[in-house]
């Protein structure tokens, strides 16, 4: 027979668990803006006696004894957040391409301010001038400001792209060291203390939500996958989960480990190439892995190779270059057009009767040599510097023969101006270093189609990563309506709970007003 | 589906942030009446924009190589105009001095006004402007010069530039071409094999002098006599013969001298025709290109500029809706059941 007192264990069991269910109540209210918190709800399991062997005692009814509040748990979907952290690779993926890609835009950007576009058409407008008056020094000397113009606005474009890769270069370190690396050692550490933690049959909760905010922010940072299995056996009934993060080998070889379990891996940075970066990661098992920038295809990593290495058309796929249209690309782009610049007009000024060795107008850092221009260093030649006049205006500079022999004549015809002129506006073709044909157009097209392909480029990752955002912010809000807090639900149960905790009381009392009845006024 | 508390705040933040965005460029299109301040805003319109800079340049260099052609040509005309003068009053003096009432002081008197004539055609030959030489050709060396008392172009003696041989048709004619030019727009092209500039893709605006002053030399107009075609040797050829004395003076020669200076003296009129033409040609290519600077001008801001009334709406209504968005937010975020508990 159950024990007189028996159902005031069932009254206090019943206001403990509703307590309990208040006080987390509480907690969830409190962490309604945490971030990574995850709702908790408090299990509660209805008790009975068992095991009384009852067969032939005289039969009793059976009553449970009531509710218990056994442990809290997270409400949470594990295939919800692996679909988060795919995403959020992509966006930020995308986030860091649009950014840096404005970089880009800003350095060759002539919508609002004119740059090396409005430079070369005043550069024609000022060959035009000295046309007109081909002898005359001064406005030879303006047409030379005005290459002056070009070459050190082509200089800058190469300043700035060296300095959007440093900054760029910068980033991905700030990434590597202070979110990479960091991360993959918090997570490794919390490994450790939830697994004692588990070992001895907690939950704890709050760990969980710390491992998986930060695995929530590595996903932002590669294209990781989390697995939880298989689990470690501690003893033969006890098995806790074994967390482990890695990157897939793409090329089917041996995945790259980042986090097994309380072991992490390390990434470094090797710039020693500004042009070609390569991510370099020592792996949970102590091997250093160079494969890293092949398979990091997603997050802020992904985004910044993309960024520094992107070789556009030059790249060479097969051997795993980028092939999106990054700084290595247009600063490529920029030196092409500073040769074939050079050359062009180097050409011309060359080729006149009489000449035997070649007169540069356009020439490398020395002044002199032709041979290794490129968009940085290329200048007005240290000749054509001293003398304004050094370009040459005509083809033929020396009547010959001379008529008498005392009449001495500058010929003034400006047909290598109208040259070069029709130099500058007709199509050429540009060709990189192999001869292949780029692009044919006049210089001032070649420049705008660089405008339009850094400007298309933005405007189509700012379109991804909108729709990237917008997908992320559906699976967010899946996740959120699992595992956040609703304030209108907390309410409802703060009252419910209260409800129950007032009726056990309630039940406390009737319970207590029988026991009086017993001893005080039964068979009195 | 639940609805958490945090998703609505973060829906009503990423809808606040982007109604502002829209905003903010509705702004900067009012403030700036610009289509877009990036190329990455409206490529397409940036790319024909970027385009119809380049025209409108392109017309800018044309315009002013216009204006200085048009500068140099009225140089010309002027100076053309001072030669026709001294050539008139050369007219005048020579027949006065053929007149029969002349006693020989008189012809001489007449004989050094037409040497100071001389001397005046040949400064207003040598006219320069701009440090380069109205009639000199292509050459920035002074084109007339007198050695040995005959009149030189560009070095080369005018007597001796007799039309008389294939290989001096050929010089004289090159002399004749030679002028200044500047492009236009009509498509310099360069001659394929030559590598020279084609003259009728270019503007010719200078004249080179020994169009009108005349090459060669004459035999038939006095018999056994050759005399020099051109203008200035020519005067001084009369005034050489207004110089004799009685016993040699003849009239008949100064008669056929001066029939031959009238003649010769026709292409200084025919010069300034020309002249008068390319002047007309370069208005009408003025006012074409100003026609399609306004007319580039006015695409430039259909392409780069705003409706600045259709922006102005935009961004009210814009600004309407966000700050209905400001309003609603009041609301969605305070309301829950905690706001209704006792």
């Avoid at chain 1, 940075?269 to 997603?298: F, M, W, Y």
């Avoid at chain 2, 390319?278 to 600077?293: A, D, G, I, P, W």
């Amino acid at each position: 027979m159950a024990s007189t007192f028996l159902a005031y264990n069932v009254a206090s069991r019943a206001m403990e668990a509703s307590q309990a269910s208040i006080n987390i109540v509480g907690n969830n209210i409190s962490n309604v803006n945490t971030e990574g918190y995850t709702r908790q709800r408090v299990d509660i399991v209805s008790v009975t006696t068992s095991g009384t062997v009852q067969k032939y005692a005289t039969p009793v009814i059976s009553t449970g004894i009531g509710a218990k509040a056994v442990r809290t748990t997270q409400l949470r979907d594990p295939f919800i957040d692996a679909r988060y952290r795919t995403q959020n690779a992509e966006t930020n993926r995308y986030a860091t391409m649009v950014k840096g890609l404005r970089n880009l835009e800003d350095v060759f950007d002539e919508a609002s301010t004119e740059a090396l576009q409005g430079e070369l058409s005043s550069f024609i407008n000022d060959l035009q001038s000295l046309s007109q008056t081909p002898t005359s020094s001064d406005i030879a000397q303006v047409a030379r400001s005005a290459a002056e113009k070009v070459t050190q606005t082509i200089n800058m474009y190469a300043i700035q792209l060296e300095e959007v890769r440093t900054e760029q270069t910068e980033n991905l370190e700030v990434v590597v060291n202070s979110e990479f690396n960091t991360y993959v050692k918090n997570i490794a550490s919390l490994n450790k203390q939830i697994q004692n933690e588990e070992i001895y049959g907690n939950t704890p909760n709050e760990l969980y939500d710390q491992r998986n905010l930060l695995i929530d922010k590595l996903s932002g940072v590669a294209n990781i996958e989390v697995s939880m299995a298989p689990a470690d056996v501690i003893t033969e009934n006890l098995s806790i989960p074994h967390y482990s993060i890695k990157i897939k080998n793409q090329s089917g070889g041996e995945d790259i480990m980042l986090v097994d379990n309380g072991r992490y891996s390390e990434m470094s940075l090797d710039a020693s190439d500004p042009l070609d970066v390569q991510l370099k990661i020592v792996d949970t098992t102590g091997v250093e892995r160079s494969d890293v920038n092949s398979n990091v295809l997603d997050g802020s990593l992904r985004g910044y190779i993309n960024l520094i290495n992107g070789k556009g058309s030059f790249a060479d796929t097969t051997v795993g270059e980028s092939d999106s249209r990054g700084i290595y690309y247009y600063a490529r782009k920029m030196d092409i057009f500073a040769n074939q610049f050079a050359k062009e007009l180097n050409a011309i000024n060359s080729n006149i009767t009489g000449a035997t060795t070649e007169l540069p107008l356009f020439t490398d850092a020395s002044g002199t040599s032709t041979t290794n221009i490129t968009a940085k260093n290329l200048q007005v030649s240290t000749a054509w510097l001293k003398n304004p006049s050094y370009i040459n205006t005509t083809k033929n500079p020396v009547i010959d023969p001379p008529p008498t022999a005392d009449y001495t004549a500058t010929p003034a015809s400006s047909d290598n101006i109208l040259r070069m002129i029709e130099k500058m506006s007709d199509k050429i073709d540009f060709k990189d270093s192999l001869g292949n044909t780029i692009l044919t157009g006049t210089f001032n097209e070649y420049m705008t189609s660089a405008v339009s392909e850094v400007a298309t480029d933005v405007e189509l990752h700012s379109n991804f990563f909108k729709t990237a955002t917008n997908v992320f912010q559906t699976i967010s809000d899946a996740r959120d309506s699992v595992a956040g807090v609703s304030l209108n639900e907390e309410g409802v149960n703060l009252s419910a709970y209260q409800k129950v905790y007032n009726a056990a009381m309630r039940y406390f009392n009737v319970l207590d007003e029988n026991l009086d009845n017993i001893i005080n006024r039964m068979g009195v | 589906m639940r609805i958490t508390y945090r998703m609505m705040t973060s829906k009503y933040s990423t809808n606040l942030n982007s109604i502002s965005s829209d905003l903010d460029k509705l702004n900067t299109q009012v403030a700036t009446g610009r289509k877009y301040a990036r190329t990455s805003e409206d490529v397409s319109s940036a790319v024909k924009g970027y385009q119809i800079r380049r025209n409108l340049s392109k017309l800018e260099g044309y315009q002013d190589n216009i204006r200085h052609a048009d500068d140099f040509l009225t140089n010309s005309e002027s100076a053309l105009g001072q030669i026709e003068s001294s050539l008139a009053e050369a007219t005048d003096k020579i027949l006065q001095g053929m007149n029969g009432t002349q006693s020989e002081g008189d012809r001489k008197i007449i004989a050094s006004e037409l040497r100071t004539i001389q001397s005046q055609l040949l400064e207003t030959l040598n006219t320069s402007t701009t440090g380069m030489y109205l009639f000199g050709g292509s050459n920035n060396e002074k084109p007339f010069a007198v050695v040995g008392g005959k009149l030189q172009f560009n070095g080369r003696n005018l007597d001796d530039l007799n039309e008389d041989t294939a290989v001096a048709n050929e010089l004289v004619a090159s002399l004749k071409q030679d002028s200044l030019y500047v492009d236009i727009g009509l498509g310099v092209s360069f001659d394929q094999t030559t590598g020279e500039v084609d003259r009728n893709t270019v503007f010719n605006y200078s004249t080179a002098g020994i169009n009108f002053v005349g090459n060669g030399t004459n035999s038939t107009v006095i018999s056994g006599e050759t005399v020099s075609n051109n203008l200035y040797d020519l005067l001084g050829r009369i005034a050489t013969e207004f110089e004799k004395t009685d016993g040699d003076y003849s009239f008949d020669k100064v008669d056929k001298l001066h029939g031959l200076f009238s003649e010769n003296s026709l292409k200084t009129y025919q010069t300034t025709t020309e002249i008068g033409a390319k002047t007309q040609y370069l208005e009408f290519m003025t006012s074409r290109y100003e026609t399609q600077n306004f007319n580039l001008q006015e695409r430039q801001t259909t392409v780069e500029g705003v409706d600045a009334a259709y922006t102005y709406i935009a961004f009210q209504s814009q600004k309407v809706a966000y700050q209905a968005a400001l309003q609603m937010g009041q609301s969605v975020v305070q309301q829950s059941v905690f706001d209704y508990m006792s």
